[in-house]
């Protein structure tokens, strides 16, 4: 089974450029996740998306925006590009959006894809 | 606010060492889960263990095992007799709870581990 895959996985542009990054989940996930990973660090939330609306956004500016289809794959975004926007961009999906489940129905493990490297000159 | 805490940024170890990394993390949710994730240099995260908040046992599964306790707000990850495979970024994550919900994820920093043969 294929898991979650991204494109491109490279990616170079100039500032003020904009950016669009795709994901195709995990056939029968419905939610899809964007985090962005800057070199050294952990990755930050950036979208929540299940059943094509937003169940969640990170502390990030307007000039990030998604969207998912009816298929629930999803695309990222990303407009007048700047420096800091340089980043490895993991798309995650996972069945259902999550819950405050006693009984493990909660937090749903999220799959990673192999990330969209994004450099901005 | 959330927040995820491991305060080791590289470890090295030989082959056959046993190495443990370190998680603190802070939340003031009463429902609240933890994750390990690794990264291997090819950058996708693999999912390694969920652990939820009512859920203080300790678990082992082959050469990793994670010691979770509440008072102390830790979630360590050990793993035993280590291989030069295990060289990878590995990361403590915390869901979003109640106030922020549950499948966003609060990440650390990450903690670099190379395993030398």
């Known amino acids: 089974d294929a898991g979650v895959t991204q494109s491109p996985t490279h990616l170079i542009k100039t500032r003020g450029q904009q950016v669009t990054l795709r994901c195709s989940p995990i056939?029968?996930?419905?939610?899809v996740s964007w985090y962005q990973q800057v070199l050294g660090q952990g990755p930050q939330f950036i979208f929540q998306?299940?059943?094509?609306?937003?169940?969640g956004r990170g502390n990030f500016p307007d000039r990030f925006s998604a969207r998912q289809f009816p298929n629930y794959s999803s695309e990222l975004n990303v407009n007048a590009l700047l420096l800091g926007d340089s980043a490895l961009y993991l798309c995650?999906?996972?069945?259902?959006?999550?819950?405050?489940?006693?009984?493990?129905?909660?937090?749903?493990?999220?799959?990673f894809g192999a990330g969209s490297r994004l450099t901005v000159l | 606010a959330q927040k995820v805490t491991q305060a080791q940024t590289e470890i090295s170890v030989v082959e056959k060492e046993d190495v443990t990394l370190d998680c603190v993390y802070e939340?003031?949710?009463?429902?609240?889960?933890l994750f390990w994730y690794k990264q291997p240099p090819s950058g996708e995260l693999v999912f390694l263990i969920r652990?939820?908040?009512?859920?203080?046992q300790n678990e082992i599964s082959g050469r990793y095992s994670w010691n979770f306790q509440k008072s102390t707000s830790s979630f360590n990850f050990t793993i035993t007799a280590s291989q030069v495979v295990d060289s990878a970024v590995y990361f403590c994550?915390?869901?979003?709870?109640?106030?922020?919900?549950?499948?966003?994820?609060?990440f650390g920093a990450g903690t670099r581990l190379a395993v030398h043969p």
């Open positions: 995650a999906s996972s069945l259902y959006i999550g819950g405050s489940g006693r009984d493990g129905s909660g937090a749903n493990v999220l799959t």
């Open positions: 056939s029968g996930h419905k939610s």
């Open positions: 998306y299940y059943e094509k609306e937003e169940r």
């Open positions: 939340t003031r949710d009463t429902t609240y889960y």
């Open positions: 652990r939820n908040s009512f859920d203080e």
């Open positions: 994550a915390l869901s979003g709870g109640v106030s922020g919900g549950y499948n966003k994820l609060i």
